[in-house]
């Protein structure tokens, strides 16, 4: 009963914009409790020059390579709330960035507590149409909240544009083992790991605990005409596999690199790095 009292308080004074929430750098609260700008004018004008440049550049790594050529820091809270001047990072710019505080609003509810099966809670951060409660031109602003909107989604769609242009990104665990087995199956037939090192290849795109689950659907299979023993990626050293370490050219290793570029003609010179990786256990 008390306690739902008590958040039932907290939401009114968040619905008025007069709950007292922690500020970013470069806004400050005075013993009346009113909200201003940090009178510092050189934190102003580095924050203003944060989200100037990044509208100009339009991403977070150009507006930290300008900052590190000019060899400019910008303003961060320590554990006390005092100003302190560090080295830009991109997680840094992009968390200024998404800031509406910045933009003037006072923003209640941008988190859920969330508890997967199994494990603990986490926090996690809603989009801008689900947050609880925004209250507009409650602080000083920076930007425009029109400017603040334009900044997510240019954020958005760098984000978007970042996984759909990563390695793998439009390939599910299918189609990239195919890949894999194809360019060892091209190398020739005489790999008594051939399947082996194609496995390897997509055990270090995916997480291994990914490969094992999509492993369990493998039916056994021959290795090659050497080995009558049947196959099964389950019995794998997954922790050699996901070092590419099956073979070796001459007596040096070989790296991720140049293990999917082999060729027929390069596999006589091929041979196991050690007895043990021949055949599964």
């Known amino acids: 009963m008390i306690r739902s009292r008590l958040t039932a308080g907290i939401l009114n004074k968040a619905r008025r914009g007069e709950l007292a929430l922690t500020l970013p750098v470069g806004l400050v609260r005075d ?48 554990r006390f709330r005092d100003v302190v001047w560090k080295k830009p990072s991109v997680p840094a710019i992009i968390e200024i960035l ?16 969330v508890r997967p099966p199994g494990s603990q809670s986490v926090q996690k951060k809603l989009p801008m149409d689900e947050w609880r409660i925004r209250v507009s031109d409650k602080y000083p602003s920076y930007i425009s909240w029109e400017s603040y909107e334009k900044i997510q989604t240019m954020l958005k769609d760098n984000y978007t544009q970042m996984i759909a242009t990563s390695p793998g990104a439009s390939r599910g665990p299918a189609p990239l083992l195919s890949m ?43 290795l090659t005409e050497k080995s009558s023993k049947p196959f099964s990626p389950l019995c794998l050293p997954w922790r050699s596999i996901s070092t590419l370490g099956f073979w070796t050219k001459g007596n040096k290793p070989m790296s991720k690199l140049t293990a999917p570029m082999l060729s027929r003609s390069s596999d006589s010179a091929m041979k196991p790095l050690s007895p043990s990786a021949n055949t599964c256990k």
């Open 31 to 78: 013993q009346t409790g009113t909200v201003r700008k940090d009178p510092n004018q050189e934190v102003q004008s580095r924050l203003g020059m944060i989200f100037t440049t990044f509208l100009q550049v339009t991403s977070a790594s150009k507006v930290l390579r300008l900052f590190n050529d000019q060899g400019l820091l910008i303003p961060r809270g320590d």
């Open 180 to 222: 894999a087995l194809s360019i060892v199956a091209n190398a020739g037939t005489k790999w008594l790991c051939s399947i082996k090192s194609a496995l390897a290849i997509f055990v270090t795109t995916f997480a291994s605990s990914m490969a094992v689950r999509f492993a369990n659907t493998f039916p056994p299979i021959l």
């Open 98 to 113: 998404k800031n509406p505080a910045y933009a003037g609003a006072f923003v209640y509810g941008r988190t859920r507590t």
